[in-house]
């Protein structure tokens, strides 16, 4: 099944500069030619103006919130999950952003992880990690490992056919910070003034209400609760304010909408649900990194179109995406900003317009994309092989990280002469590592060996030359899949 959205890298400079975040300002004049209104819904991919499903949206003008409240952009982070509403130039792709908002999916303290599914769970809602997302810096490791039950998290992501939460975006909160879930209204009771959001039983029998045009939630509202109270007994959350979320044919009107997510709901190809919201498809749907047949449920897609009378999207495009199973780091051996690659490990990567684009060194520079990195920088690299078997990976996120000696390399197991193996043809040795299969289950070298083929390995280690002496290894068949 096809999770990919592998643009293809014809590496026009135009689209490169793109593609590595932008340059911190645009050439748009105030009123360009060929625009036309956008409500574009997607993960923050970089910075410089602000981009979006591999546009940039210029903000030099535009109001932007954050979970309700007016903020600075650079209070904004790559990965966490963007609504905007402006005009886009069908010319150039390029855009202006009137209104950036930008809404965790759920905050508050951690009270159980499971490290084996790589699933936490917060305010009752299941959160979901992989390969597609980013940390905090100050989470370390920059995985489910480096957080622990009684953590206040900050979660960005999309939802799944489930339910639960797929995080784009992780960062430590503070405990004193409101709590916060976003969800769809079930089980309402008006009497007693409570409803469920999944697992999460809401009272807001003293919350201030807004948006609701009957004055009160309905059962399948959209709605942002905050509060500060969290019974976990009861998992009873005491809402101080409940906001209604305004569908996309009351934001959006008559506009063209871009909108990323998840399939929710799949009946055909021609009837299903991308974040929770109708779309369908026709003969003229454009189809890009796979076909029809590949629709199904938790399918990451992004969908372009037009809403039709009866508020679904109309597809003109459907895009696969996917969040890549490679992960690469080291220092970089080589870059060239204008083709868009870089070399780490001996491995070429290159950037497209979907990078994902963080600075967490020293540095902290939020404009950062690939002109800001030079030989002998340490990066952290997320990606997938294209094409595929040729040692070569396209980046999905792309980090620049504190320096370190330690390296690390996941992807596909290749079998070589004992006590050797190869991923991405950079060879492992194996003769000194602690060898596990998961989180927990020890592995001699030789059960590894026999083990290993035909999954994803992810080994740490030093370079020594060409070689990786590894000092951990773990069977991780880690896909960068949604569900």
Not at 212 to 233: C, H, K, L, R, Y
Not at 253 to 268: K, N, Q, V, W
Request: net charge negative; hydrophobic share 40%; aromatic share 4%.
């Amino acid at each position: 099944m096809f999770r990919i959205r592998g643009f293809l890298v014809a590496a026009a400079i135009g689209v490169l500069a793109v593609a590595c975040g932008g340059s911190g300002s645009s050439n748009m004049s105030s009123s360009p030619t060929g625009m036309s209104g956008v409500m574009a819904s997607g993960t923050i991919t970089g910075f410089g103006s602000i981009f979006v499903n591999g546009t940039e949206f210029q903000t030099t003008n535009a109001i932007i919130r954050k979970n309700g409240q007016t903020v600075a952009q650079s209070q904004l982070a790559v990965g966490e999950v963007a609504r905007i509403k402006g005009q886009k130039d069908g010319a150039n792709g390029q855009g202006t952003a009137e209104e950036v908002d930008v809404d965790d999916a759920v905050a508050g303290p951690i009270s159980a992880i499971d490290t084996t599914n790589n699933v936490v769970t917060v305010l009752a809602q299941m959160v979901k990690i992989n390969a597609g997302t980013s940390f905090s810096k100050d989470i370390q490791p920059a995985d489910i490992t480096g957080l622990k039950v009684g953590d206040t998290i900050r979660v960005d992501g999309f939802t799944d056919s489930s339910g639960d939460i797929v995080a784009t975006r992780i960062e430590l909160g503070s405990s004193s910070s409101p709590l916060q879930v976003m969800g769809t209204v079930m089980n309402l009771n008006s009497m007693s003034h409570t409803f469920m959001i999944n697992a999460l039983n809401v009272d807001y029998s003293s919350a201030n209400l807004s948006g609701f045009s009957s004055g009160a939630p309905s059962n399948g509202d959209v709605v942002e609760v905050q509060g500060m109270t969290f019974d976990i007994t009861s998992t009873t959350l005491m809402a101080q304010s409940v906001a209604r979320k305004m569908t996309d044919q009351e934001e959006a009107g008559g506009d063209d909408m871009e909108r990323e997510g998840l399939i929710t709901r799949f009946a055909s190809a021609t009837d299903f649900d991308v974040a929770g919201k109708p779309v369908t498809t026709t003969s003229s749907t454009v189809y890009r990194n796979g076909t029809a047949a590949d629709l199904a449920l938790n399918v990451k897609v992004e969908v372009e179109g037009m809403l039709n009378s009866s508020s679904v999207l109309l597809a003109s495009t459907v895009s696969f995406e996917h969040n890549g199973a490679i992960e690469l780091e080291a220092q970089a051996s080589a870059v060239d900003a204008t083709t868009g690659t870089v070399t780490l490990l001996g491995v070429q990567v290159t950037v497209n317009s979907m990078t994902r684009f963080e600075d967490e060194s020293s540095a902290q520079v939020q404009s950062f994309n690939l002109t800001n990195v030079s030989v002998g920088d340490t990066l952290r690299v997320r990606g997938y092989q294209s094409p595929a078997g040729s040692n070569m990976v396209t980046a999905t996120q792309l980090e620049r990280v504190a320096p370190t000696t330690t390296v690390i390399v996941e992807g596909p197991f290749v079998a070589a002469t004992s006590p050797d193996f190869t991923i991405l043809g950079i060879t492992i040795d194996a003769s000194s590592a602690t060898i596990s299969a998961g989180w927990d289950m020890t592995l001699t070298l030789a059960q590894f060996l026999t083990q290993a083929v035909g999954q994803g390995v992810k080994a740490e280690g030093t370079l020594s030359g060409s070689v990786v002496t590894a000092s951990t290894i773990r069977i991780d068949n880690e896909s960068g899949d949604e569900d």
